[in-house]
């Protein structure tokens, strides 16, 4: 039942274990965990995704902190009730993990050619896109795209398009089905609270590299398609 929805919703990570795994949840006797994955930027930054798995994926001593990781999964969300308000959370969720050995040249892991962060999500537009230009005059789209689960859920991951993909995103309207590839990226931002102190805090979103819209009435015609590469930093 979930294989046509995985091909709605699948990524492939590579990078390295960051700290510790915590516990999650349980579900049916079965654990769950979170831990921290530090994938690199050409830029020299890197993004530092949560990953669920369980904890049939992982054997001991697997997410040592520094270990080199594959994760092949779906990026999802979830509500979080807290304080009377609701919060989207979102994390990759693991469905196969495996450990990678480690290069004597570290800077492998940096290289154009090895770097691996790749998400293709097909979904409907949920709210109008929200263009922008920064005030350098780069080109900017905010889109949430609802991405269909099975046993009638939905993951709603927010996206980040740049330059004519922005441009193109503009006039898409609500209800438009997309498919969209890019990558899993984190974002450090300000929050200012109700007591007029600031937070800082940590939004994980998509980065589209390509976008393409799909038609439903009819297959046989032809898809737009706008790709971009973008490395956002």
Not at 7 to 32: A, D
Not at 46 to 70: C, F, H, W, Y
Request: hydrophobic share 35%.
């Amino acid at each position: 039942m979930d294989t046509n929805y995985l091909e709605n919703n699948y990524l492939t990570l590579v990078g390295k274990v960051t700290g510790e795994k915590r516990f999650s949840h349980e579900i049916y006797g079965e654990r769950f965990y979170i831990f921290d994955l530090s994938i690199p930027r050409l830029s020299g930054n890197a993004d530092i995704i949560p990953i669920t798995v369980s904890e049939r994926l992982i054997p001991n001593e697997m997410l040592q902190d520094g270990k080199k990781i594959l994760v092949k999964g779906q990026f999802r969300s979830y509500n979080s009730y807290e304080n009377e308000k609701n919060k989207l959370i979102l994390t990759v969720f693991a469905k196969d993990i495996a450990e990678l050995p480690i290069n004597e040249d570290e800077n492998e892991m940096t290289k154009k050619d090895t770097i691996t962060n790749e998400v293709v999500l097909i979904g409907y537009i949920c709210k109008k896109p929200i263009y922008r230009q920064t005030p350098f005059g780069r080109e900017i789209a905010d889109l949430l795209l609802a991405v269909n689960r099975a046993y009638n859920k939905s993951d709603y991951i927010p996206s980040i398009a740049w330059g004519r993909n922005a441009r193109f995103c503009q006039n898409l309207e609500v209800g438009t089905r997309v498919k969209i590839v890019g990558r899993v990226q984190s974002r450090n931002y300000e929050k200012k609270l109700e007591d007029g102190t600031v937070e800082t805090r940590v939004a994980y979103e998509v980065s589209i590299g390509s976008l393409e819209v799909i038609e439903e009435k009819d297959n046989s015609s032809e898809n737009d398609e706008v790709t971009e590469s973008q490395e956002a930093v």
